[in-house]
């Protein structure tokens, strides 16, 4: 299943909603849909799993939504600590990542 | 909490067999609940499974590289291993090793992270 992220830069100001897609080649369940974060220099970070479900500690401006083939990662209020990639994730049989989103300061 | 290092060499030469290992601490190689995995990440570009593996030893890899990977468990050291044969230079990315859960392909999100390690394919 190929991922394709959209857009691949999005440019915002801190305190704007930032609403991210992942589309899949084909239907995937929303169970097997995650999201994660990663900083430059970093490993990635789980921030989402089963489509909208928040991993431990990850704050309530990061949610989650989406089914079949189209997903969505919103996040409601930038915060300076929230620009960096975001990947998705369906892993189902053969898992595969969307190529990233780039969250930069506009 | 459980934490994962990656160690091995950062440069490869072409044709040979990448070799890294992943070290875990404040767990158990042996738990019942992990699944141990392999994911890498070439230089400004997305990130790719390569493969997972069980305590028990049962592997699940990339059909893309499964002719060229193995991923092996060492419980007495508390380590898991990945080995990638015939290298070129599009094997050079962070490799990171990682932990999912057991119960079924929904608890298969990755919710632990080791910090990578760069691996350069170069003659």
């Known amino acids: 299943i190929v991922l394709t992220q959209s857009p691949g830069t999005l440019s915002l100001s801190p305190g704007e909603r930032a609403t991210l897609s992942c589309r899949a080649s084909?239907?995937?369940?929303?169970?097997?849909l995650a999201w994660y974060q990663q900083k430059p220099g970093q490993a990635p970070r789980l921030l989402i799993y089963r489509t909208s479900s928040r991993a431990t500690g990850i704050p309530d401006r990061f949610s989650g939504s989406g089914s079949g083939s189209d997903f969505t990662l919103t996040i409601s209020r930038l915060e300076p600590e929230d620009f960096a990639v975001y990947h998705c994730?369906?892993?189902?049989?053969?898992?595969?990542f969307g190529q990233g989103t780039k969250v930069e300061v506009k | 909490q459980l934490q994962l290092q990656e160690s091995g060499p950062g440069l490869v030469k072409p044709s040979e067999t990448l070799s890294l290992a992943c070290t875990v601490s404040g767990g158990s190689l042996s738990s019942s609940s992990d699944y141990w995995v392999w994911v890498r990440q070439p230089p400004g570009k997305g990130l790719e499974w390569i493969g997972s593996i069980y305590y028990t030893g049962a592997t699940y890899y990339n059909p893309s590289l499964k002719s060229r990977v193995t991923i092996s468990v060492d419980t007495s050291k508390n380590q898991f291993s990945l080995k990638l044969n015939s290298v070129t230079a599009a094997d050079t990315a962070v490799y990171y090793c990682a932990r999912h859960g057991t119960g079924g392909y929904s608890f298969y999100y990755m919710d632990v992270w080791g910090t990578g390690t760069t691996v350069a394919v170069s003659s």
């Open positions: 994730h369906q892993h189902g049989t053969f898992r595969t």
């Open positions: 084909e239907t995937v369940n929303s169970n097997y």
